[in-house]
Nanobody, 115 residues
């Protein structure tokens, strides 16, 4: 069973930065795509960023230019660098991975932006 474990969330002041990690239980190059999503309080889940097996990245419109997704195959880990945080970025951030139509999800890590 594939496991994805997110970490790195926390409380940060507006304008601050965080780097989230998502460690997979197997080789990340086994997956077609790995991605980050988020769910803010009272809102639906939102796509944040993805990276496919070839290294192509994609970003949701609300985070483009502020968030950067990356990976380290030696650690079976993907990352999400989040800069210029604002209150609207407060959410639980989830990592996902897919092999064709089969999707796997992590438990999420909370990011709270507040002064």
């Amino acid at each position: 069973q594939v496991q994805l474990v997110e970490s790195g969330g926390g409380l940060v002041q507006p304008g601050g930065s965080l780097k989230l990690s998502c460690k997979a239980s197997e080789n990340i190059f086994n997956f077609n795509t790995l991605a980050w999503h988020r769910r803010a309080p009272g809102k639906e889940r939102e796509f944040v960023a993805s990276i496919n097996v070839g290294g192509r990245t994609d970003y949701g419109g609300s985070v483009k230019g502020r968030f950067t997704i990356s990976r380290d195959g030696t650690k079976n880990t993907i990352y999400l660098q989040i800069n210029s945080l604002n209150a609207e970025d407060t959410a639980v951030y989830y990592c996902s991975a897919n092999i064709l139509s089969r999707y796997y999800w992590g438990q999420g890590t909370q990011v709270t932006v507040s002064s």
